[in-house]
């Protein structure tokens, strides 16, 4: 950015804080200053870039967020990190790739101040790692020196959730009509499903989709640690994480939200990703007749229940592997592993449903639908609890045996 922008830029600042202009609400207002200040400013016309150019540049470093505005718009962008100033990715269609903008340090600690700005949320030395969502629903991860070597790390997930129902999952390939189908059939009856993969592979855009499934006379509460989920239902409470402030205190965790929303008359909960010891507190509300979902980080449906197995012990040491089995057994009906693939296809790749049974403190699970390239093919799994699926009239024991 030449000498002469930036003294534009300047120049429009000034005249936003005197005219009391709201650069992130009159964006129009704010292009026909920056058309105006450039028109009278021959050295910044004289730049490469065309008169547009500069005014979308000019207002996107005001209003938005910069050189990586035209990014955050890019449809086909999914998501954006900074390893070094020099150094910045995108991901498209899954897979990664080197872009031409450059930024300075101190130009990418004045992106991370203004994104944290709206979330009310911050980054220091005392706290070096912060978790915030943007405007437009994308999910901000920032880790800054000395934790990082040098410079610091970005990450922006954009919240591009394009197939919000399981049928727009169909149509892009993410599973067939018939697994969908069975999916959908198992959220209308009250089955406690887990959604698990690696990271980009889809669990938050599937697991939107099956919450979206819910009977429409039931009350919903997601928890969230940052608002993902965007779910099509008309009851609905969502709620998110909050870190302490400068004190060390009011600090909310995932353990306190799932037994407030235990108070709040839910029909189903929801947990947007279970990664430490709230998965016991999930556990627990699952098991007493609360139906709900999640997501996990796994390789496998059988990884899945691993985890779930062990997360439970870091809440305390009196939870043990003989408490844990038996009501993860209980608790836990489908486990659902979705996988990004080499080509930048995410897919549902299992589809397993526990026993309800346990032995040597390890819950059983039985394949229902695995992916063998073409289609599904069909596991030794039986239909988990078909006595729900018959109380709802659905004649699934056409597809599985009971």
Not at 372 to 389: A, C, M, Q, V
């Amino acid at each position: 950015m030449s000498g002469a922008v930036g003294e534009v830029i300047q120049e429009v600042r000034t005249r936003v804080r005197t005219g009391g202009i709201s650069p992130h609400e009159e964006v129009i207002e704010l292009r026909h200053m920056v058309e105006d200040i450039l028109s009278q400013s021959t050295s910044a016309a004289s730049d490469n870039e065309s008169p547009q150019e500069l005014v979308e540049q000019i207002a996107n470093h005001i209003s938005g967020f910069g050189l990586l505005q035209p990014l955050l718009d890019d449809p086909s962008v999914e998501e954006i990190w900074i390893n070094e100033p020099g150094r910045i990715f995108v991901a498209r269609n899954g897979k990664s790739e080197l872009t031409s903008v450059i930024l300075s340090d101190v130009e990418v600690r004045g992106l991370v101040e203004r994104m944290l700005a709206s979330s009310g949320r911050r980054v220091d030395l005392s706290n070096p790692f912060v978790d915030a969502t943007l405007p437009d629903g994308s999910r901000l991860h920032v880790a800054i020196p000395d934790i990082t070597r040098k410079h610091w790390s970005v990450n922006i997930r954009k919240f591009i959730m394009g197939s919000k129902s399981l049928e727009g999952l169909v149509s892009v390939g993410t599973l067939t009509d018939q697994a969908a189908a069975f999916l959908q059939a198992c959220v209308v009856s009250g089955l406690n499903i887990v959604v698990a993969g690696a990271t980009q592979a889809g669990k938050t855009t599937l697991l939107n989709a099956l919450v979206s499934e819910t009977p429409l006379s039931q009350r919903v509460i997601t928890i969230e640690e940052v608002f993902e989920l965007q779910p099509r239902v008309p009851d609905l409470i969502q709620m998110q994480t909050r870190g302490p402030n400068l004190q060390g205190d009011g600090e909310i965790t995932l353990r306190q939200l799932i037994k407030e929303a235990l108070r709040m008359r839910p029909s189903r909960i929801i947990i947007g990703e279970v990664r430490q010891a709230e998965a016991l507190d999930l556990l627990l509300a699952l098991n007493s007749g609360l139906p709900g979902m999640g997501t996990l980080h796994a390789n496998s449906a059988r990884d899945a229940i691993t985890k779930l197995q062990t997360l439970p012990l870091l809440a305390g040491e009196n939870i043990s592997h003989k408490f844990i089995a038996p009501t993860v057994a209980s608790a836990i009906d489908l486990i659902v592993h979705v996988s990004l693939d080499s080509h930048g296809v995410r897919r549902v790749k299992e589809v397993a449903a526990l026993t309800g049974r346990y032995e040597n403190d390890r819950a059983e699970i039985e394949t229902l639908w695995q992916w063998n390239g073409t289609d599904y093919e069909r596991g030794i799994g039986s239909l988990p609890h078909p006595e729900k699926f018959s109380a709802i009239g659905l004649p699934l024991t056409t597809w599985f045996r009971p």
